[in-house]
């Protein structure tokens, strides 16, 4: 069985990004199971804050992640470029640096979005790429998925009522999921 943990980055009650993630959850091929988790709870990272006492939810967030075979990150775009909320989060992860191994190193990650805009995401998942290099992940580039005009893509229940996207949702998924099992599978 592979695991992914996929993170929404948008805190909005009605995020096309969790809407996002939750279709792909629908269609996580046999094998595979994607959990989904929030980065509500998780403070502005304050290294004062981090010597005091480690935040609860952080490191709940930081065992998941090392738990998992593979991350998907569901990156809105705020402003051409990464949401501050979605990068702390990222950053609280990072912490302590002698963490980063443990939590990113060698970690099967991929990078997917959604946006009311036209741009798809796209300069947020560029945007995300050095960030994502730095802490030593391994990204899946087999596939690319930016949805735009999200409003026009999910219906009033969070379903993906666009054949097109709902089509390359699961092939990005499966896509996704076949490379953290080919990356968990032992090597002999």
Not at 65 to 87: C, H, Q, R, T, W
Not at 94 to 119: C, E, N, Q, W
Request: hydrophobic share 45%; net charge positive; no cysteine.
């Amino acid at each position: 069985m592979t695991t992914i943990l996929g993170i929404s980055g948008s805190l909005r009650e009605g995020s096309y990004n969790t809407m996002l993630l939750r279709a792909a959850k629908r269609l996580a091929p046999a094998g595979t199971t994607i959990e989904e988790v929030s980065i509500r709870g998780i403070p502005l990272y304050d290294a004062d804050e981090e010597a005091r006492q480690f935040p609860a939810a952080v490191t709940a967030l930081k065992a998941k992640v090392v738990a998992a075979d593979g991350v998907l990150l569901v990156s809105p775009e705020y402003n051409n470029s990464i949401p501050g909320v979605f990068k702390n989060a990222i950053d609280w992860l990072s912490r302590p640096p002698a963490d980063i191994g443990k939590v990113f190193g060698g970690k099967p990650f991929g990078l997917i979005g959604a946006t009311p805009g036209m741009g798809g995401t796209n300069l947020a998942q560029q945007a995300w790429l050095p960030v994502l290099r730095t802490l030593g992940t391994l990204m899946w580039f087999g596939g690319r998925l930016g949805v735009a005009s999200a409003g026009k893509v999910f219906d009033g229940n969070g379903e993906i009522v666009d054949p097109k996207i709902r089509e390359l949702l699961e092939k990005y998924v499966v896509g996704f999921s076949k490379f953290v099992a080919e990356q968990s599978a032992p090597r002999g």
